[in-house]
């Protein structure tokens, strides 16, 4: 059974960056496509970023220049980079696993909340 951890949400003051992280418990970052999704309150749950096990990056377009999706192989831990935060990124997180960047997650985290706020 694959686990996802995530941690490293909190409140941020707009144009603040956060750093979400996703701990697995197996070797899973080297299987599997990872991947950010958040949900707003309200609304549909989105992909933001994901990671294939070659290394490559696909971005929602929010996300674009602004997020930085990366992967820890050697401590199976996932991360989001998040720069220049908006109060419309308010979310919660949640880093997902899926068989393949075409395929919806097989496998998902108990979510992180991000708040942008003054």
């Known amino acids: 059974q694959v686990q996802l951890v995530e941690s490293g949400g909190g409140l941020v003051q707009p144009g603040g960056s956060l750093r979400l992280s996703c701990a697995t418990s197996?070797?899973?970052?080297?299987?599997?496509?990872m991947g950010w999704y958040r949900q707003a309150a309200g609304k549909q749950r989105e992909m933001v970023a994901q990671i294939t096990s070659s290394g490559r990056t696909n971005y929602a377009d929010f996300a674009k220049d602004r997020f930085t999706i990366s992967r820890d192989n050697a401590e199976n831990t996932v991360y989001l980079q998040m720069n220049s935060l908006k109060p419309e990124d308010t979310a919660v997180y949640y880093c997902?696993?899926?068989?393949?960047?075409?395929?919806?997650?097989?496998?998902w985290g108990q979510g992180t909340q991000v708040t942008v706020s003054s």
């Open positions: 197996r070797i899973t970052t080297n299987m599997y496509c």
């Open positions: 997902s696993a899926a068989f393949s960047s075409t395929r919806p997650p097989s496998y």
